[in-house]
């Protein structure tokens, strides 16, 4: 079975502080790892992936993620993070039962970033 | 290159009554996706179409059902209207083929059910 848990629901941070945004998944099957952002009314914009390879991910606007297996984690993280970063982050699993092209994503509940001046 | 379109933005509907929803996914992308987002349940899978046949369905009532077109634009339709149906729609589209990963979302079609 497929699963996402993003063990904070809300991060408040600082302007130019670090951040990291927490996530462990469960998968039966070959992981494949996403984070998005999405901004209010709005949908949902992928910031990075990891489908193997290098366990360290870069993505867009700063923010990298790692993966690790022992762990089953993939935490997002941002070294400094702007006003501009304030939005909600899903973590998401993608599952590919057969006969699927894409699959289905598994999100978490998300984790509301707000930057504070 | 235009994003995925959904349409119309924003519905109200009353209790009872049936809604269509629509998504025309990036040119060239074949397959579509759709998700059910509320504060409650958070992101839930719909269904996924490719080459207009239903290729998953997420655990929905029959309520809720979608389709997709030869030139791969998707609708999905809710019939019987129910307040906890009040959400935000999202469809998401995908090249489709074998060794793809990655969706593209719309900005989503959001239903008040009154």
């Known amino acids: 079975a497929q699963s996402v848990t993003q063990l904070d629901s809300q991060v408040p941070v600082f302007e130019e502080a670090p951040v990291e945004l927490r996530c462990n998944y469960s998968s039966s099957v070959s992981v494949y790892l996403f984070w998005y952002v999405q901004y209010p009314n709005q949908g949902l914009q992928l910031l990075l992936k990891?489908?193997?390879?290098?366990?360290l991910v870069k993505g867009i606007n700063g923010f990298e993620a790692e993966f690790n297996k022992s762990q089953t984690s993939f935490h997002l993280r941002k070294p400094s993070v702007h006003i501009s970063d304030t939005a909600e982050y899903f973590c998401?699993?993608?599952?590919?039962?057969?006969?699927?092209?894409?699959?289905?994503?598994?999100f978490g509940r998300g984790t509301q970033l707000t930057v504070w001046p | 290159k235009a994003g995925v379109t959904q349409t119309p933005r924003y519905l109200i509907k009353t209790r009872g009554q049936q809604v269509t929803l629509s998504c025309s996914p990036i040119?060239?992308?074949?397959?579509v996706s759709w998700y059910q987002q509320t504060p409650g349940q958070g992101l839930q899978f719909l269904f996924e179409?490719?080459?207009?046949?239903?290729?998953n369905k997420g655990n929905f009532p029959g309520r809720f059902s979608g389709r997709q077109f030869s030139n791969s634009r998707s609708e999905m339709n809710v019939s019987t209207l129910e307040l906890g149906d009040s959400a935000l729609y999202l469809c998401?589209?995908?090249?489709?083929?074998?060794?793809?990963?990655?969706?593209?979302f719309g900005q989503g079609t959001r239903l008040t059910v009154v």
């Open positions: 998401a589209s995908s090249p489709g083929g074998g060794g793809n990963t990655e969706a593209f």
């Open positions: 040119s060239g992308h074949r397959s």
């Open positions: 990891y489908l193997s390879g290098s366990t």
């Open positions: 998401a699993v993608l599952f590919r039962p057969g006969g699927s092209t894409l699959g289905r994503l598994y």
């Open positions: 179409y490719f080459s207009e046949t239903q290729r």
